[in-house]
């Protein structure tokens, strides 16, 4: 086979043989295949996509393209979830210890916030001593002993993606359904799941800004998920405006903890509570949606699903002292409050405008090799819908960069919009699949 030959057939829209797809990527991930002649297909493939077989075979080359984590000694369903990503977007760190309290195991390999949505991998960081390094047998260590474990990818786990995500990332080929899918899935059937509850997002804040786009990725995933025989199940969310009232990632732990406490934000409770319903009838560990529920809510009234959000944190060398008392996570040195300059019906709180204003302030990174400030961000957001006065405060800039923080007010400010018209919060959930 001819690397070149395979970019021509699909730059003229010809569907490629599961062969021609190994060929390149087994080719891509040793080394033989360069770069170049990886953008030109991936530059292919967004331009004519690939069918539905494409697809899986894309997937199966990038997953066989590294090792896999064996799971399969674990009895409990094991059952994930992955989100697209959003600002504020903190679910993974309340929802992993709350199902697995019911009977959910939760081998969670997770990624780094880059651009402007945030990262679980940078969020437990920000726990001291958290260690979301572990090799396989200590990730199975945590997985039997409490049910759940997020760590991040090992270098040899989907190198395939490791490379193709960074190039693809440089050649304006982030947004194809074909490589998103292989991409996303590839790396969660690394760890031999049951099967994969979706959380996509559409909005300002996302990475698919229209509910068309964000629907179509959301068809494919589940799809090609039930193709390679995952379970699937999958919800479109709303990311116009932050999940909740904290973005950024000791921020976004101390909200965390407000949630596994029985209060937190509503949104990020029903986004939760609404992921882990399927999880559970996922699992089969729940007859039907209202004992789903019941379980789930208990677990959070009951102050178990903490405790066990404290015990994987222990169990990854962190402090769980930093999850009972807030104030020893790290905290930055300035907080600035923004005002409201007139009185009314919050409108809108752009997303997009709070993610970039959290990475000036230090909360993101806008390259891979970028290093994140754990205390920076932005909380005690007000939501839409909700009525301000003059002078009261739409949300509190924590950061360490005086330089930065001009420009961060700037756009926080500008990402609300106030009304006198009344305003109803928009719905969190726009498709159930
Ligand atoms: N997340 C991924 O892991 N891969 C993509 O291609 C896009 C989002």
Redesign the pocket.
Known sequence: MVPQWIIEKKRDGRALADEEIGFFIQGYASGVIPDYQMAALAMAITLQGMSPDETVALTRNMLASGITLDTSSLRNPKIDKHS??GIGDKVSLVLAPLVACCGIAVPMIA?RGLGLTGGTIDKLESIPGYRTHLDEAAFLHVLHTCGCSIIRAMDNLVPA?NKL?AL?DVTGT?PSIP??VS??LS?KLAAQPDGLVLDVKWGHGA?MTTRSGAEALTRALVTTGRRLDLRMAALLTDMNQPLGRAVGNSLEVAESVDVLRGNGPADVVALTLELGVRMLMMGHVAADRKQALERLRAKLQSGEAFERLKTMVRLHGGDPRALDDPARLPSATIREPLPAHRAGFIQTVDAEAIGRAALLLGAGRARVTDKVDPTAGIAALKKIGEVVTVGETLAILHTNRRDRLEEARALSADAFRITVEHVSPPPLIALEI
């Open positions: 697209t990503g990624g993606d995500y693809r982030v490589l998103i991409s996303i790396k990475f």
